[in-house]
Nanobody, 121 residues
Framework: QVQLVESGGGLVQTGGSLRLSCAAS????????MGWYRQAPGKQRELVAT???????VYADSVKGRFTISRDSAKNTVYLQMDSLKPEDTAVYYC???????????????WGQGTQVTVSS
């Protein structure tokens, strides 16, 4: 069974940095795209950044120049380096992985449990 486990959230002051990690497990053969989404209280979940196996990266306009997504395909892990954090970055951050092939099946749209990021002003 495929699982995504996030780590690295926490409380930081404005201008600070955090690094999120998400590791996928479950006899995985390949993963197409991995990424991060976030959901603030009272708001819809939104894209933060995604990265494909081929290295194509997409960022939300609100995080361009401040966040960096990277991936270690050998470890089935995706990272999100968040710098120059702002109070408006406060949200629960969710890891997402799409089109995962295991030794026995192919599945789509997996989500982690979420990790809280709080930026104080």
């Amino acid at each position: 069974q495929v699982q995504l486990v996030e780590s690295g959230g926490g409380l930081v002051q404005t201008g600070g940095s955090l690094r999120l990690s998400c590791a996928a497990s479950g006899n995985i053969f390949s993963i197409n795209a991995m990424g991060w989404y976030r959901q603030a209280p009272g708001k819809q979940r939104e894209l933060v950044a995604t990265i494909t196996t081929g290295g194509t990266i997409v960022y939300a306009d609100s995080v361009k120049g401040r966040f960096t997504i990277s991936r270690d395909s050998a470890k089935n892990t995706v990272y999100l380096q968040m710098d120059s954090l702002k109070p408006e970055d406060t949200a629960v951050y969710y890891c997402n992985a799409d089109h995962i092939a295991t030794m026995t099946s192919i599945g789509y749209d997996y989500w982690g449990q979420g990790t809280q990021v709080t930026v104080s002003s």
